[in-house]
């Protein structure tokens, strides 16, 4: 909080002195002293506006701030900006000259379609040995089922043809044991016939057991022909995706790349704004990556420094108001957006030399359309704020006995003025001023502002047009 200068302190006491006169010449000569007159400066209370704040200053800048950049090494076939343009997103800020770009992808597509031709027609072959494998296994496993079917059939009309003997057989072992002893030569052919009928169910009963031997061979014949079915089935098709990857590999990521820059040769804007930094020329190749700054101008801000004995009081959302020379004694309003509570080295700006040292960031709302990128800018960011209250100069508090804060009311009494002592209850200090309130003021009281040269009950005369010094005084403190 400013108090009042010394200098006005001074100044105040040299104007009481120059209006106390000690002496006066008479006319014959002689002197008359003339008693010393006790001149008093005084202000008039009054309500007003009090405002605590931390002056700093920046740069506006435009919000959302984009650096556009390319890695070509192409001329710039043509610029369609210049510094200070105003563009919309989409529009199309310069074109690099793709030719170099556009035959080496002419070339390579060219040389990719002669590819496509060999590799189609090799992948046709490959699909024309997929569906012959394919078509190969099929007969194969047809083949070993039809091998399979006809041993299954052949066996099972032995075992039928053995089954239907051996019933006869046990039938004729029944008669042969019918027959009695006074008929041998029929109990003998009987016998033969039985004999016959045993040798039959060994053959048949041998041809059971070659058969499953080649029904065995069969079964697996058939697992052979499908393993080597598949596997001629699986060569072919891994001809054909090797095919594809190989050709896909080759060509298709190089033509990928190639349209990437011969796209990227028309430049546009990503957002809206102002170009405030222009780093290109026709007809030149680009020296550093970034082409141009562009900055959005709907919304403005300033980056500033933050002192570090401030920097504890600012934060986010507090009010700030935004002057600068170009607009003359128009404030503009913002609030602080951003606190950056980490001491380091600001370069980021490109108007002015780095600072080191705590930041914030202010946005400023839609009154600032009249500031330009680029102006610089004083600004407040507000700590403390009251309307209307009382408000007397540092200077004019004191202390009682007790320690309480008094001021001291010069009231009118006749031709002079009476000394009142009030007790006061202080508040906010803003600048060179310092809130009070008592229910015994008023506004419109005079309160003395040099308290070392009154006591209560003094009977005093007030200094006229101090307070009019004073408020022009106060105002040269508020701006330094």
């Not at 076939?77 to 563009?87: C, D």
């Not at 809206?272 to 900055?295: C, F, Q, Y």
């Amino acid at each position: 909080m400013k108090k009042l200068s010394l200098f006005a302190r001074m100044t105040a006491l040299a104007v009481a002195a120059a209006a106390l006169p000690l002496l006066c010449m008479t006319g014959c000569g002689g002197t008359e002293i003339v008693e010393e007159a006790n001149f008093i400066p005084v202000q008039a209370l009054e309500q007003q506006d009090l405002m605590d704040f931390i002056s700093v200053s920046g740069t506006v800048e435009g919000s959302n701030t984009v650096h556009v950049a390319t890695e070509l090494t192409a001329k710039v076939a043509s610029l369609n900006v210049e510094l200070g343009s105003q563009v919309k997103e989409g529009d199309i800020l310069c074109t690099f000259d793709s030719t170099d770009l556009q035959k080496e992808y002419d070339a390579l597509k060219k040389q990719a379609d002669r590819s496509n031709t060999l590799q189609q027609r090799t992948n046709d072959k490959h699909k024309r040995a997929l569906q012959d494998a394919k078509t190969t296994k099929a007969e194969m496993l047809q083949k070993a089922q039809r091998e399979i079917d006809t041993i299954t059939n052949n066996r099972a009309a032995a075992q039928a043809q053995m089954d239907n003997l051996q019933r006869q057989l046990n039938e004729m072992g029944k008669q042969i044991e019918s027959f009695s002893a006074d008929d041998p030569e029929m109990q003998q052919e009987l016998i033969a016939t039985y004999n016959q009928m045993g040798e039959q169910i060994a053959e048949i009963n041998k041809s059971i057991v070659e058969f499953d031997a080649a029904l065995a061979e069969a079964k697996e014949a058939y697992k052979d022909a499908e393993r080597s079915g598949q596997d001629a089935i699986d060569a072919a098709q891994e001809a054909i995706d090797d095919a594809l990857y190989e050709q896909e590999d080759e060509t298709a990521e190089q033509l990928e790349e190639i349209q990437k820059q011969i796209d990227s040769c028309v430049v546009k804007a990503d957002r809206s704004g102002v170009v405030t930094a222009l780093n290109i020329a026709e007809g030149s190749i680009p020296s550093s990556p970034t082409l141009m700054t562009i900055e959005d101008t709907n919304t403005l801000r300033i980056n500033v420094t933050i002192a570090e004995t401030d920097i504890l009081d600012v934060h986010e959302g507090q009010l700030a108001t935004i002057a600068t020379n170009a607009t003359g004694d128009t404030e503009f309003t913002g609030k602080v957006s951003r606190v950056v509570n980490i001491s380091s080295s600001n370069s980021d700006s490109p108007y002015g030399e780095p600072s080191t040292g705590y930041s914030a960031e202010i946005t400023i709302d839609g009154t600032g359309n009249q500031l330009l990128i680029g102006m610089s800018a004083r600004v407040k960011i507000v700590l403390d704020e009251k309307k209307d209250v009382f408000a007397v100069p540092y200077d004019a508090i004191g202390e009682n006995e007790d320690g309480d804060s008094v001021v001291y009311v010069a009231d009118e009494s006749g031709d002079a003025h009476t000394v009142r002592c009030v007790k006061v209850e202080t508040g906010m200090e803003a600048d060179f001023l310092t809130e009070i309130s008592s229910s015994e003021l008023k506004e419109g009281d005079l309160i003395i502002t040099d308290i070392f040269a009154v006591a209560e009950g003094d009977s005093i005369q007030i200094m006229e047009g101090y307070n009019d010094a004073m408020d022009e005084e106060n105002a040269m403190n508020a701006i330094s």
